[in-house]
């Protein structure tokens, strides 16, 4: 191999590794779910498909923009747990300013692109999902676990920005898919506090529901919300914006969501809290994809 070589395979390397450390720090796969949420929201208000990928474009910048602030404020935390050890922050292969400037240009321009291309309701939105989740959600994790009931507003934001993106106001449909969202991620969200249950207490993050943490009393609150999850699912059938299909399917998986959720209680086992927090992972897109397919 030429030197020439050598050095170019070198600079690549590096390239790829500071890539994948991007792609860490603004959390991909759940800025990828949370940008698809917003998708859903955008095209079931009848946005203009020729700007639908602007859209999701803003979305993923304001998206991990806030997730980018997340693990600044939580490098410390992050240092101490082995799941989230690995991220460039708390393994030092990137300097908290970097991060910090990467996080502005992001959350500034995806911001600014809602505002100019959409609509100033859906940069509000935006601002306010980023702020929320950020320095309200991200410090109050070490406070209570009311944190996951704060998280759970801008974790829901996303359709009310779609909509709002596509329509400059929110309407009812929009509050319904914010609701489905809202509920989904206190079974998701408690699923996999759970499951990483050792692992957060060592950053003193308890966020199970019941203070005694990892038995039936967490497990009937999931279970409770569940159930609540199914009823307000249906709501969009009742009032007329969906039909029977998406109805059916939205029932079958939020009964497979919730026979989970029962069989977590009769045991609190770690395995069925794992097998809870991969049946939400699919029962959000399915139910969303589900919806907007059967739009009345």
């Excluded at 300097?95 to 911001?111: K, N, T």
């Excluded at 998701?188 to 003193?204: G, M, N, P, T």
Aim: glycine share 8%; net charge positive; proline share 4%.
């Amino acid at each position: 191999m030429s030197r020439t070589s050598a050095i170019t395979d070198s600079r690549w390397m590096r390239l790829k590794a500071r890539l994948a450390d991007y792609v860490l720090l603004v959390k991909f796969r759940l800025s990828f779910t949370v940008v698809f949420s917003a998708g859903i929201g955008y095209m079931f208000a009848g946005g203009d498909i020729a700007y639908f990928s602007l859209f999701l474009l803003a979305g993923f910048l304001i998206t991990g923009a806030s997730n980018a602030l997340n693990e600044i404020l939580e490098t410390n935390s992050d240092k101490l747990m082995s799941r989230t050890a690995v991220r460039p922050l708390p393994a030092g292969r990137m300097q908290a300013g970097e991060a910090i400037l990467a996080s502005g240009f992001m959350g500034v321009i995806g911001i600014l692109l809602m505002w100019i291309f959409f609509s100033p309701l859906a940069a509000l939105l935006g601002a306010i999902s980023l702020l929320t989740y950020s320095f309200i959600y991200t410090p109050l994790k070490k406070v209570s676990p009311i944190a996951v009931w704060v998280g759970a507003f801008p974790g829901a934001m996303p359709p009310l920005i779609g909509w709002a993106a596509a329509t400059g106001e929110i309407g009812t449909m929009a509050v319904l898919l914010f609701t489905i969202q809202f509920m989904w991620q206190f079974p998701h969200f408690w699923s996999i506090a759970w499951v990483a249950f050792e692992d957060y207490a060592k950053a003193d993050f308890y966020l199970l529901p019941a203070s005694t943490g990892r038995d039936k009393r967490s497990a009937v609150q999931v279970v409770l919300y569940t159930v609540l999850l199914i009823g307000v699912s249906t709501l969009p059938f009742l009032l007329g914006y969906t039909g029977i299909v998406s109805l059916i399917i939205t029932l079958a998986a939020g009964l497979l969501f919730l026979l989970q959720a029962i069989r977590l209680w009769q045991t609190c086992s770690d395995k069925m809290a794992r097998q809870l927090m991969f049946g939400s992972f699919l029962y959000l897109p399915v139910v969303l994809i589900a919806l907007f397919a059967d739009k009345m």
